[in-house]
């Protein structure tokens, strides 16, 4: 009987040793693949780091057309409503969705972007009963590259985050320059020439045309712009009717962008990676609507409409209602004022033209001894970040101290090279949400279990034969 005895520890001995191995391991399996319910958020919540990673980030409501076609991740704090369209061809971060109302399709990645995307995974709360079943992670095996809806309500806390979001975009508004624009004739004309950064706070109800003088497209795509609409009312924008040069605005960003593809641009300028520093503020408005939005629109307390056909940048929002494709154009080196002729990533030496006593900018973009610029997609197994292609030229835009673009760069502060996904999954074993999606691949346990039963068998077996 003892002998028996022993024999039977061994075997249980075996059996949970087994166990322990597997939990271990099919924990590590649903870390290293990134469909964990204990994923969180642990990016920053800076205007730079939310518009780096989000081609939508909405406090509400997301709501589109079948031309709502989104190549960007999207953060939606209430209902998604893509019932006639989808997103993600190049995830920068994790998207997440508080309540999956209508969600058509889940976009390929754009071919030769594997080396830019983030996680390729859409954390939910709750889905409603429709949404197409091949969109769900399956832990069973054979997910597309489009099954990735996997359910973790607890990613992300977007209040959390939009206060700071709004709190950052009234600070911007408090400090721009309210001297370098004018309005005459039905022509709202802003001098950047003067500052870097400009807050109006006038009716606008009456201007046809904004013009933006002592500027080029490329100085808006490199260097940060911001124009900081700070009125109660509600603001119109068209595209066609802001000039640069004597030509529209609009369609501009595109045409940079292929003509400087260097990895970082593609299917017809659908994204760029290089960044697009042309800031639209607009903190106090109940409703905005932009037709052919170009550069970043954050309007935290706006219910937001976009039309056009198509647009070029990011969108932070209460609420959006969109009638155009999201072209994903992520914000970059907001550290790099117009003026400065610091390269990105250096740290201030004596003598340079940093304004002085400013000190050494915090998190500079690139690390000693990095490569080449972000948005290449050249580097092997890298993730390309939202950065900008160029330096930016200095000479023709006023100094640190004439625009007043300190504070900007204070506030706004830097990205990181690359897009960070935000998020470190834990090794835990997670434990199931709901009976649709699950965690982890359980394959393991039949084939452990066997293994179990046969050492049991083999020692009963030779307990016998003693």
Not at 25 to 35: L, P
Not at 74 to 85: C, D, E, P, Q, T
Not at 106 to 131: D, K, L, M, P
């Amino acid at each position: 009987m003892k002998t028996f005895r022993s024999v039977l520890k061994t075997c249980l001995a075996v059996i949970c040793i087994g166990v322990l191995a597997l939990s271990l391991n099919s924990g590590e399996i649903r870390a290293e693949s990134g469909f964990s319910t204990e994923a969180r958020y642990t990016g920053g919540s800076s205007i730079a780091e939310i518009m780096s990673k989000y081609i939508y980030f909405v406090e509400g409501d997301l709501t589109g057309t079948t031309t709502a076609h989104t190549s960007g991740a999207i953060v939606v704090g209430g209902s998604l409503n893509y019932a006639v369209s989808g997103f993600g061809n190049l995830m920068a971060a994790p998207s997440y969705i508080h309540h999956i109302n209508g969600l058509n399709y889940i976009n390929s990645i754009f071919s030769g972007t594997e080396s830019c995307q983030g996680e390729r995974i859409v954390y939910y709360g709750t889905a409603e009963a429709g949404i197409p079943g091949y969109l769900f992670y399956r832990p069973e095996g054979g997910n597309g590259s489009e099954s990735i809806l996997f359910q973790n309500p607890d990613y992300i806390s977007v209040p959390t985050i939009m206060t700071a979001l709004r709190q950052e975009s009234a600070t911007l508004a408090a400090a721009g320059s309210t001297t370098a624009y004018r309005i005459e004739n039905g022509v709202l004309t802003i001098d950047f020439g003067k500052a870097a950064s400009v807050s109006i706070p006038d009716d606008l109800s009456q201007v046809q045309r904004v013009e933006l003088e002592n500027v080029t497209i490329e100085d808006l795509m490199t260097q940060t712009h911001i124009i900081s609409l700070t009125g109660q009312g509600a603001v119109n924008l068209n595209a066609q009717s802001i000039m640069v040069g004597g030509t529209t605005i609009d369609q501009k960003f595109k045409d940079y962008a292929i003509s400087k593809d260097t990895g970082c641009a593609s299917t017809g300028g659908q994204y760029y990676l290089g960044g697009l520093n042309l800031v639209w503020n607009i903190p106090n408005a109940g409703t905005v609507s932009f037709v052919n939005l170009n550069g970043q629109l954050v309007a935290p307390n706006a219910a937001v409409s976009l039309t056009g056909g198509r647009h070029e940048g990011c969108v932070v929002a209460a609420s959006v209602m969109t009638d155009s494709e999201a072209h994903f154009y992520p914000i970059g080196k907001l550290e790099n004022e117009p003026g400065s002729e610091e390269e990105p990533g250096s740290e201030e030496e004596p003598g340079s033209e940093e304004e002085p006593g400013s000190g050494e900018e915090p998190g500079s973009e690139e690390e000693p001894g990095s490569e080449e610029e972000s948005g290449s997609e050249e580097e092997p197994g890298s993730e390309a970040k939202p950065s900008t292609e160029e330096e930016p030229s200095s000479g023709t835009k006023p100094s640190s101290e004439e625009s007043g673009s300190t504070s900007d760069r204070e506030i706004l502060g830097t990205i990181r090279q690359t897009p960070s996904t935000g998020e470190r999954i834990t090794t835990e074993k997670p434990h199931a949400v709901g009976t649709a999606v699950q965690t982890g691949d359980e394959t393991g346990i039949f084939w452990m279990s066997g293994l179990a039963l046969a050492a049991l068998g083999s020692g009963i077996w030779m307990w016998k034969r003693k």
